[in-house]
Each structure stands twice: as C-alpha cells, then as structure tokens.
C-alpha cells in the first residue's frame, strides 16, 4: 500500500469534512433544546424520551450504516469519499426541517414532527460521519500525518462551529415581555437555510481535496457483526476511548447548550454567549502550533490525560468562586477551554490508533464498523448532553412556561443559581472522569504505539 507522506491538500480537505457537518450539528448542541422548549413548547420530559428513542434507534442504525459501508468495494472515487457527495444533499433538508416552526400546526402534532426530523437528521448524520472518520485511515497511514489530520480535523470543527454559537446568538433572539430576550422562530429558521446550504458546498470541497491513498487488501471471509461486537467489547483501547469520547462529545454539547441558558437566564446576557464561544476556541488557536511537538514530546494519551485534570480542576474553581461578572466566568472558560482542547484535536488520531490495533488483533480491516460502534458510543454522550441538559434544567425548577415564543418572562433567581452549579459541577466531573479512563484505563500511550507500528 502507498503512504506516501500526504499534501496540505488532503489536511484542509479533511478538515472541511468537519466543518460541513459541524455546521448544523453545533446547532443542533446550541439550539435544538431551547427551541424544542421555547418554540414548540415541547416539555423538558418529552426532550428527554425524544433522545432516549433515538439513541436507541441508532443501536440499530449505526452498525447497519457500518456494514454497508465496510461490505462496499472501493471504487475509481475511493471507498469512503463517495459519502460525501450523496448524504449532505437530503441531511441538509433534514435539518431545516428539525428547525422549522409551523404556526398552524396544532398543539398533537408537535412532538411527533420534532421526533421524525431529529430521527431523520441522526440517520442522516450518521451516513456520512461514519465514512468520513473512516476516511483518516486510508488517507495516510503514518502515525504523525494521522495526529495532523486529527488537529485540522479539530480546527474544521471549530470552525464549523462558530456561526451557531458566536454569530447566532446576536442575531436569532429577540426582546419579550419582562425586558427579557427569547428565541425568534424566524430569524433562526433562515440562519438554519443558510448554513445548511453552505453545509453542502463544504462536503463538495472536502471530496475534491481528499485523496484515499491507502489501499488494503480486500477481506477473504467478511466477519459476523456479532463477532466483531464481541471483538470491541474484549477490546481495552475501544471501550476506555469510546467512553472518554462519549464524555467528550457530553460535556461538549452540554456546555454548549447550558451556558446559553446560563448567559440568557443568569447573566442576562444572551449575547454574551458568542464571547463564550470565543474564550473556549481561543486555546485551539494557541495551541495549534506546538500541539505536534508537544505530542511527540509527552505522547497523545499522556498529554489529553494532563490537560483534562486541568480542566476538572478550572471547573471547580469556577464553582467555589461563584461569581456574578460574566467576564471572570469567561476567564474561567477559556482555562477549561485551553484542557479540554488536548484531547479535543488528538481525539481522531487516538480512534485511528484503535483501528489498528484492532486490525493487529483480528487480522480484519473494518473502519466502518469499528468507527460506527464508536459513533453510536459517542451518540450516547450527545442523548446524555440533550437528555441530560433537559434533566438538570427540569431539577432546578426551569419554567418552559415562562420562556415559550411569545411570553418570553424571567426565570426565578433561584432558578438563575441553579443554573450556574449545574453549569460548573457537571463538566468538572466529567472532565475528572475523561482524565482517569485515559490515564488508567487507556492501553495505548506513547511506549505501546511505538510498538503496535514497529517503529
């Protein structure tokens, strides 16, 4: 096989693929609740079950996605890159219909429609996610040009992120009764046009500057999906990572989605939630140029472990100190911010690692299913950040009442508190937890890669 060192190229190309799906998926982390209780007047409870049914829906869709894609010779455009021409046309529809707001649609009829387009969307998402990070593996097989896809990987994402949680929020909320400031169905639902739109374009350009250079050799005997669940679930490396990365994907979208309650309900500030979104991207762009010798240096799984110890640890401060100033809490976002991002930008090189190692076990390459158990791993954490989000905002009293399109009024001081703990505490604990399971449960550090890829 080829693994020639890759281009700039194939770095910017993968880093789109990101950027394309992160467009509407940060607004699905940084809008879909509070338009779900703020729009459709949809109770904390039903968001619950909704991401319950779908995570366990995507127990099914997401290893069948898998399989097609593992099952699916390479062609003349590669195994991997024909995904991302065909699924972000229909997930683009999908997801301006997720934030569609029909006034004439009664009250019965809510629930059912948030739940057909949310399904839709994960299944969609899923169907090109999956061979988009199966991708990485056949772009280059070096070690060190893996760690580089991971971190423009990261910065794609970033990037992608940013219209939903910077210019957004100054754009889609509009002043209610109280003095108080509520989502406009409206406003939102033409930013959502746009940036499905461009979404579109996005994964156009990621297929046009990738290259899939790395060619294995077809399987003899296609493994049973049950051996190779029974393969992952024996596997140290799979299942300390995918429950780290299910915490990741947690804390991430969680975050997202409490803070902006917190700047809106706390703070009083909604529009200081795009200062938010700075202050916690600020480390990826500071990082970003010593992030490879510092890898080289300490190891990727020496190094998240450290940086997520900071973050727990920045987390907790910012819960003792409780402050009212939303500038010394943004100081404090940019410190969790600036550890979290270690394990951010390495998180794809770690997943690549453990398709390897598998590989090395079973003899079998199969990036699809490997990487779509790990999705499915993944979703988890996402159900826990919607699910969970809804949860802890229904355990400190958030009214839905008071905060539906059109009757915009304050929540209760105390409810603003409670926002707050919930807002610092969490992520602290799971922050913690990351930390451990990569430091104590995670097999693959610097010493045993050296191993695994004989060098």
Same mark, same amino acid.
């Given at each position: 096989?080829?693994?020639?060192?890759?281009?700039?190229r194939?770095?910017?190309?993968y880093?789109f693929?990101d950027?394309?799906?992160?467009?509407?998926?940060a607004? &699905?982390?940084?809008?879909?609740?509070?338009?779900?209780?703020?729009v459709?007047?949809?109770?904390?409870?039903?968001?619950?079950?909704?991401?319950?049914v779908?995570?366990?829906?995507?127990?099914?869709?997401d290893?069948l996605?898998g399989?097609?894609?593992?099952?699916r010779?390479?062609?003349?455009r590669?195994?991997?890159r024909p995904?991302?021409l065909?699924?972000?046309i229909?997930?683009?529809?999908?997801t301006?219909?997720?934030?569609?707001y029909?006034?004439?649609? !009664?009250?019965?009829l809510?629930?059912?429609?948030?739940?057909?387009t949310?399904?839709a969307?994960?299944?969609l998402?899923?169907?090109?996610?999956?061979?988009y990070?199966?991708?990485?593996?056949v772009?280059?097989?070096?070690?060190?040009?893996?760690?580089?896809?991971?971190?423009?990987?990261?910065?794609?994402a970033?990037?992608g992120?940013?219209?939903?949680?910077i210019?957004l929020?100054?754009?889609?909320f509009s002043?209610?009764?109280?003095g108080?400031?509520q989502?406009?169905?409206?406003?939102?639902l033409?930013?959502?046009?746009?940036?499905?739109?461009?979404?579109?374009?996005?994964?156009?350009?990621s297929?046009?500057?990738?290259r899939?250079?790395?060619?294995?050799?077809? +399987?003899?005997?296609k493994p049973?999906?049950?051996k190779?669940?029974?393969?992952?679930?024996?596997?140290? !490396?799979f299942?300390?990572l995918?429950?780290?990365?299910?915490?990741?994907?947690a804390?991430?979208?969680?975050?997202?989605?409490? +803070?902006?309650?917190?700047?809106k309900?706390?703070?009083?500030?909604p529009q200081l939630f795009?200062?938010?979104?700075?202050?916690t991207?600020?480390p990826?762009?500071?990082?970003?140029?010593v992030l490879?010798?510092?890898?080289?240096?300490?190891g990727k799984?020496?190094?998240c472990?450290?940086?997520?110890?900071?973050?727990?640890l920045?987390?907790?401060?910012?819960f003792l100190?409780?402050?009212?100033?939303p500038?010394?809490?943004?100081?404090?976002?940019?410190?969790?911010?600036?550890g979290?991002?270690?394990?951010?930008?390495?998180?794809w090189?770690l997943v690549?690692?453990?398709?390897?190692?598998?590989e090395?076990?079973?003899?079998?390459?199969?990036?699809?299913?490997?990487y779509a158990?790990?999705s499915? &791993?993944?979703?988890i954490g996402?159900?826990?950040?919607?699910?969970?989000?809804?949860?802890?905002l229904?355990?400190?009293?958030?009214?839905?009442?008071?905060a539906?399109e059109?009757?915009?009024?304050?929540q209760t001081?105390?409810?603003?508190?409670?926002?707050?703990?919930?807002?610092?505490?969490v992520p602290a604990?799971?922050?913690?937890?990351?930390s451990?399971l990569?430091?104590?449960?995670?097999?693959?550090?610097?010493a045993?890669?050296r191993?695994?890829?004989?060098?």
């Amino acid at each position: 096989m080829d693994c020639d060192r890759i281009t700039l190229r194939d770095k910017i190309g993968y880093a789109f693929g990101d950027m394309g799906g992160q467009l509407g998926f940060a607004l &699905v982390g940084a809008f879909l609740s509070m338009f779900y209780t703020d729009v459709l007047g949809l109770s904390l409870q039903q968001i619950f079950v909704l991401m319950l049914v779908a995570r366990i829906w995507d127990a099914v869709n997401d290893p069948l996605w898998g399989r097609i894609i593992d099952r699916r010779p390479a062609g003349v455009r590669g195994k991997f890159r024909p995904y991302l021409l065909w699924v972000p046309i229909p997930m683009a529809v999908a997801t301006v219909l997720m934030f569609t707001y029909f006034p004439g649609l !009664p009250v019965g009829l809510r629930l059912p429609y948030a739940y057909v387009t949310y399904i839709a969307f994960g299944m969609l998402y899923t169907g090109v996610n999956i061979p988009y990070g199966s991708l990485a593996s056949v772009i280059t097989a070096r070690e060190d040009e893996r760690t580089s896809l991971s971190v423009f990987r990261s910065v794609g994402a970033g990037l992608g992120g940013l219209p939903a949680m910077i210019l957004l929020p100054t754009f889609v909320f509009s002043s209610g009764a109280g003095g108080g400031k509520q989502l406009d169905s409206g406003k939102l639902l033409l930013a959502v046009l746009v940036m499905a739109v461009c979404s579109v374009g996005i994964y156009f350009a990621s297929y046009r500057l990738t290259r899939e250079r790395v060619i294995y050799g077809e +399987n003899a005997a296609k493994p049973q999906l049950r051996k190779t669940l029974q393969a992952l679930l024996r596997s140290r !490396p799979f299942l300390s990572l995918s429950l780290a990365s299910m915490l990741l994907i947690a804390v991430t979208m969680y975050t997202q989605t409490v +803070n902006f309650y917190l700047f809106k309900d706390y703070f009083r500030a909604p529009q200081l939630f795009s200062l938010y979104s700075v202050f916690t991207y600020i480390p990826m762009a500071l990082l970003l140029p010593v992030l490879g010798p510092l890898t080289r240096k300490f190891g990727k799984k020496e190094l998240c472990a450290a940086g997520l110890l900071g973050s727990a640890l920045a987390y907790a401060a910012a819960f003792l100190i409780h402050t009212q100033q939303p500038w010394v809490y943004l100081v404090f976002s940019f410190l969790c911010g600036t550890g979290l991002t270690f394990f951010t930008m390495e998180v794809w090189a770690l997943v690549t690692d453990v398709i390897d190692y598998q590989e090395r076990r079973s003899g079998q390459r199969e990036e699809g299913t490997v990487y779509a158990f790990y999705s499915f &791993v993944r979703k988890i954490g996402q159900t826990a950040a919607g699910s969970g989000g809804a949860w802890a905002l229904g355990l400190i009293g958030y009214q839905v009442a008071n905060a539906v399109e059109g009757a915009a009024q304050p929540q209760t001081r105390a409810v603003a508190q409670g926002m707050y703990t919930i807002a610092t505490t969490v992520p602290a604990a799971a922050c913690l937890a990351m930390s451990l399971l990569l430091a104590l449960a995670y097999p693959l550090g610097k010493a045993k890669l050296r191993e695994l890829h004989g060098v």
